[in-house]
T-cell receptor, first 111, second 112 residues
Framework: LAKTTQPISMDSYEGQEVNITCSHN???????ITWYQQFPSQGPRFIIQ???TKVTNEVASLFIPADRKSSTLSLPRVSLSDTAVYYC????????????FGAGTRLFVKA | NAGVTQTPKFQVLKTGQSMTLQCAQD?????MYWYRQDPGMGLRLIYY???????DKGEVPNGYNVSRLNKREFSLRLESAAPSQTSVYFC???????????FGPGTRLTVT
């Protein structure tokens, strides 16, 4: 199972773009990269998933370099409501996928 | 469409007592999961069920048992609760193993 490393916490201000980087040096060929968001007293919520290059949806973008040993979650123009913990997961979609949530990155968005 | 529901929301047990946490999903998902989350920590996988009729151990299975009752329901049982099992328990489901997971609201369990 590929282990992930993320910053413990980050601060930002409303309206800024936030980039959270995750390292996964031993990612396997079949592994996908998935990001979740968790608010206090709630279960995690899926944000985005990708395999390589760039993926974008209505809430975030995910950048994955060619070697796939890291990935960056980009949140455009954050608001106070984006204050949460963000988890990066790496696993095989096809099978043998055992979800490993690390400690995540605590993002604080200030006014 | 309720998504993933969990009961109870809160529970206090004495050491040695047993209880079952219930989880149900109405999204026709094949895979279901049980996690625990200790204060300030990430989630740790206890057990998962890749499909109806199958269960498998996760990262921290000791002290727990699970039952995949049918496609909708996946229960977690503590046979003899210990203070170390004080935690928030989340159930999740996904269309298939490895796909995005949908989480329930959690059960806050305190063992005294």
């Amino acid at each position: 199972l590929a282990k992930t490393t993320q910053p413990i916490s980050m601060d930002s201000y409303e309206g800024q773009e936030v980039n959270i980087t995750c390292s996964h040096n031993n990612i396997a060929t079949n592994d996908y990269i998935t990001w979740y968001q968790q608010f206090p007293s709630q279960g995690p919520r899926f944000i985005i998933q990708g395999y390589k290059t760039k993926v974008t949806n209505e809430v975030a973008s995910l950048f994955i370099p060619a070697d796939r040993k890291s990935s960056t979650l980009s949140l455009p123009r954050v608001s106070l409501s984006d204050t949460a913990v963000y988890y990066c997961l790496v696993g095989d979609m096809a099978g043998g996928f055992k979800t490993i949530f690390g400690a995540g990155t605590r993002l604080f968005v200030k006014a | 469409n309720a998504g993933v529901t969990q009961t109870p929301k809160f529970q206090v047990l004495k050491t040695g007592q047993s209880m079952t946490l219930q989880c149900a999903q109405d999204m026709n998902h094949n895979s279901m999961y049980w996690y625990r989350q200790d204060p300030g920590m990430g989630l740790r996988l206890i057990y998962y069920s890749a499909s109806e009729g199958t269960t498998d151990k996760g990262e921290v299975p000791n002290g727990y048992n699970v039952s995949r009752l049918n496609k909708r329901e996946f229960s977690l049982r503590l046979e003899s609760a210990a203070p170390s099992q004080t935690s928030v328990y989340f159930c999740a489901s996904s269309e298939a193993r490895g796909r995005e997971q949908y989480f329930g609201p959690g059960t806050r369990l305190t063992v005294t």
